[in-house]
């Protein structure tokens, strides 16, 4: 395979200057041959399958080739590029081939001891049935009977006390930014990571920070800057959600907590509890990322920074009663009749999406 890949390259190259030097109107004639053989083709043969070499090939080629004419020249669409990528980024982190075994399944008599269990002491909670099946010499984890209880659809102990997360995140939204890390692969398969933070109120998005390398240290820095971005809007807000990576360190945590602002941590393995942060990553992810091939960490920052600022100023979300979070802060538009007016679109990110606006 990869002679073979070696091969075409050569091969290929050594054409180049042979097209080079021939005389235009040669060139252009054959072009114009080529093209007219390409468009009988496509009309004749089914679905076209290329090698890896073939796209290798073609993607270089690509580069001289202005986007308009991408159409005409190529049958691959940039819905199929974006799938090759996705298909290389699922074979460099595929490791199905070095999965061990799963864990045996529980016994049907442990599963219904411990469903009796809890029936009989409504008070008790998964870790202290756990304490009990020990007790009578069955090692059991606790996680496996909180599952085993939850599947049964009982309630293992008493409500208690202090409000659940969903209450307590809505009663305190206009104090909580939430943060958490979102990763993207590259064309050439080199992970980068970006620092993104949400502000519960009023759902505006903050960019702390892009890094392929992100250090304890690079999110201590990250942090004041974030800090010098929310400017005046720091004095409303009293909490700081995330998640437990060990990259928020506590000297992280020193430079909020410097400010008044404390830190919330979100139980393990427990993504509902930064609900949130979690959904505008799967927007983020939706509507930019899967639509896209990053080249760098240059790449990745504009063009994150130019989506927040279109989802700030110009995408209406539902929690804010389809204004957008600019939108809410101050007096939601009057009503008009569109009829009335004209409507200009201004495309984002190359048209990747939209915004409208009235014409003044």
Known sequence: MLLSLLYLIVRRLLGVPAVLLRRDLSKDAEL???????AVLRRQVGR?????????????????????????????????????????????????????????PTAAAVKKL?????TENPARGHRRIQGELTRLGHAIASSTVWEIIRAAGIDPASRRAGPTWKQFLTTQAHGIVAIDFLHVDTVLLKRIYALIVVEHGTRRAHL??????PTGAWTVQAARNLLMDLGERLDTLKFLLRDRDSRFTRAFDAVFAAEGIRILTSPPQAPRA??????????????????????????????????????NT???????????PAQAETNPPKPIDLANYRVLRRPVLDGLTNEYEIAA
């Not at 090759?84 to 045996?104: E, F, M, N």
């Not at 995408?315 to 204004?323: D, M, V």
Request: with cysteine.
């Open 32 to 38: 114009l041959v080529l093209r007219h053989e390409n």
């Open 48 to 104: 076209v399958r290329y090698t890896p070499a073939d796209r290798l090939w073609l993607a270089a080629l690509s580069r001289f080739i202005p986007r308009r004419r991408w159409q005409m020249m190529f049958t691959v669409t940039p819905a199929t590029i974006l799938a090759w990528h996705r298909r290389l980024i699922t074979r460099k982190w595929d490791y199905s081939d070095r999965r061990r075994p799963g864990r045996p």
């Open 114 to 118: 411990v469903i009796r269990i809890a």
């Open 208 to 213: 702390a920070g892009v890094t392929a390398n």
């Open 274 to 311: 930064n609900a949130i942060c979690e959904r505008m990553i799967g927007s983020l992810r939706r509507e930019l990322l899967d639509r896209m091939l990053t080249v760098n960490e240059r790449h990745l920052r504009c063009a994150l920074a130019t989506y927040l600022r279109h989802f």
């Open 314 to 324: 110009a995408r209406p979300h539902r929690t804010l009663k389809q204004l957008t």
